[in-house]
């Protein structure tokens, strides 16, 4: 079974900077584009940002300029560091990896991000 391993969520205060990584098998991470997902309470799941294997991002609206997606090829880590964050960014934050063969899309397990004071 494919694992993706996140990390990196917590408490922040407004205004502040979370930066959430999410670890991948390397057989999976080689052929996959990236993409983190939030899932607000009582909200379905969104799509925050992606970037393909060429290194081309996407945002929603919500989080232009603020939010940066990256990824390491050398450590199979896809990144998203969130700046300015706001109470609405709160939401478990999900990493998905898509294969672009079209064989098949893995979740990682979730990781919680609470922007409070």
């Known amino acids: 079974q494919v694992q993706l391993v996140e990390s990196g969520g917590g408490l922040v205060q407004p205004g502040g900077s979370l930066r959430l990584s999410c670890a991948a098998p390397?057989?999976?991470?080689?052929?996959?584009?990236m993409g983190w997902y939030r899932q607000a309470p009582g909200k379905q799941r969104e799509l925050v940002a992606t970037?393909?294997?060429?290194?081309?991002?996407t945002y929603t609206n919500s989080v232009k300029g603020r939010f940066t997606i990256s990824r390491d090829n050398a450590k199979n880590t896809v990144y998203l560091q969130m700046n300015s964050l706001k109470p609405e960014d709160t939401a478990v934050y999900y990493c998905?990896?898509?294969?672009?063969?079209?064989?098949?899309?893995?979740w990682g397990q979730g990781t919680q991000g609470t922007v409070s004071s």
């Open positions: 998905n990896a898509a294969r672009t063969d079209l064989a098949g899309t893995y």
């Open positions: 970037i393909t294997r060429a290194g081309t991002t």
């Open positions: 390397t057989i999976i991470f080689s052929i996959s584009d």
